[in-house]
């Protein structure tokens, strides 16, 4: 059994920051890539930034400059920080990660996904 826990969602200003966590949990070998990915009222699920293993980072248009993702290997965890908030940020983020997890002498990897923080941005 593997969970990924996020925290860090809340109401914020515009032009205001705040830091998403998402810390994985349960059988893991080891982490792949992980990210962040939100959905807005009304819309699809989007990529907000990804990072590998070794630290290669890639974010949406919509986000660069302003998000920056990070990761703590010995913790499964990874980070968002996300400053010069807009509005148009206003969504239920979600941690992924490519996990691979051990039962036993198998190896399996599959997509795990959080249950998602809300981040609203408003005055």
């Known amino acids: 059994q593997v969970q990924l826990v996020e925290s860090g969602g809340g109401l914020v200003q515009p032009g205001g920051s705040l830091r998403l966590s998402c810390a994985a949990s349960?059988?893991?070998?080891?982490?792949?890539?992980m990210g962040w990915y939100r959905q807005a009222p009304g819309k699809q699920r989007e990529l907000v930034a990804t990072?590998?293993?070794?630290?290669?980072?890639n974010y949406a248009d919509s986000v660069k400059g302003r998000f920056t993702i990070s990761r703590d290997n010995a913790k499964n965890t990874v980070y968002l920080q996300m400053n010069s908030l807009k509005a148009e940020d206003t969504a239920v983020y979600y941690c992924?990660?490519?996990?691979?997890?051990?039962?036993?002498?198998?190896?399996?990897?599959?997509?795990?996904w959080g249950q998602g923080t809300k981040v609203t941005v408003s005055s």
């Open positions: 349960g059988s893991i070998f080891s982490i792949n890539t």
């Open positions: 990072i590998t293993r070794g630290g290669r980072t």
């Open positions: 992924h990660g490519l996990l691979t997890t051990q039962l036993a002498s198998s190896l399996s990897t599959s997509d795990s």
